[in-house]
């Protein structure tokens, strides 16, 4: 188990094996010393649904926080599996978080905060990165946050 592995146990991450056997569309896809992760939300390793609603009329702010931090964790599985060791990650360099919101939610920034807090505290300044969050009308599957990310591996 690697630095950050140990680390992510402390916080109590456990981060599995994702199957994806039979999937069309790809979790991750590397080219050269890049991994392009695709967008993840709050779902648990079967797939289904950890949370559900839209930030601002179903779920308070506080809860698309947490929508993050899920969806972070769900990340990280397809993650291992992109890199193998996540100390071969160099560093993160772009997250776009989206969230189903309507209602007076316009705090996105400060909710996406779940989901970048979770890579500062496990990588240091490597998990550090660039970040867009902005609202959307609609969710696959209603849930109320969605990410993708793309990370920079070490040569």
Same mark, same amino acid.
């Given at each position: 188990?690697?630095?950050? #592995? @140990? %680390?992510?146990?402390?916080?109590?991450? &456990?981060?599995?094996?994702?199957?994806?056997?039979?999937?069309?569309?790809?979790? =991750?896809? $590397?080219?050269? &010393?890049?991994?392009?992760?695709?967008?993840?939300?709050?779902?648990?390793? #079967?797939?289904?649904?950890?949370? /559900?609603?839209?930030?601002?009329?179903?779920?308070?702010?506080?809860?698309?926080? #947490?929508?993050?931090? +899920?969806?972070?964790? $769900?990340?990280?599985? !397809?993650?291992?599996?992109?890199?193998?060791? +996540?100390?071969?990650?160099?560093? =993160?360099?772009?997250? +776009?978080?989206?969230?189903?919101?309507?209602?007076? =939610?316009?705090?996105?920034?400060? @909710?996406?905060?779940?989901?970048?807090?979770?890579? !500062? /505290?496990? =990588?240091? @300044?490597?998990? /550090?990165?660039?970040?867009?969050?902005?609202?959307?009308?609609?969710?696959? $599957?209603?849930?109320?946050? !969605?990410?993708?990310?793309?990370?920079?591996? %070490?040569?």
């Amino acid at each position: 188990m690697g630095i950050a #592995e @140990q %680390k992510l146990a402390e916080m109590g991450i &456990d981060i599995a094996h994702v199957d994806r056997a039979g999937k069309g569309v790809l979790s =991750f896809r $590397r080219y050269k &010393d890049l991994v392009f992760i695709s967008g993840h939300g709050p779902f648990d390793m #079967e797939d289904k649904p950890l949370m /559900q609603g839209t930030v601002g009329v179903d779920l308070a702010p506080e809860q698309g926080f #947490e929508a993050g931090r +899920l969806a972070a964790i $769900r990340m990280l599985a !397809t993650i291992k599996d992109a890199v193998g060791d +996540l100390d071969n990650i160099d560093y =993160f360099v772009k997250a +776009l978080c989206i969230f189903n919101s309507g209602g007076d =939610f316009y705090d996105m920034p400060a @909710q996406a905060n779940g989901f970048s807090n979770v890579f !500062t /505290q496990a =990588f240091g @300044q490597r998990g /550090q990165h660039a970040r867009a969050a902005m609202g959307s009308g609609t969710h696959s $599957r209603n849930v109320p946050f !969605t990410v993708d990310m793309i990370i920079k591996l %070490k040569s």
